[in-house]
């Protein structure tokens, strides 16, 4: 599994499962920062569904 990118800190939820959780959770910034913070894969594919990516990515003012 560890070629695949799944590392011992991954919970194991799958790609589908995330995200009809992200759906439920809807766009949710402040929650899409919190979740990155946490160092596990699950939460931070999360956290890159459920947050605005134009703030990640776009310069201030755009």
């Known amino acids: 599994m560890e070629k695949y990118g799944i590392t011992p800190e991954a919970v194991g939820i799958s790609i589908p499962v995330l995200r009809s959780i992200a759906k439920e959770i809807g766009n949710n910034h402040e929650l899409a920062l919190k979740l990155w913070e946490i160092d596990l894969r699950d939460t931070r594919i999360l956290a890159s569904i459920g947050g ?3 703030r990640y990515f776009l310069p201030a003012g755009l």
């Open 52 to 54: 605005r990516t134009q």
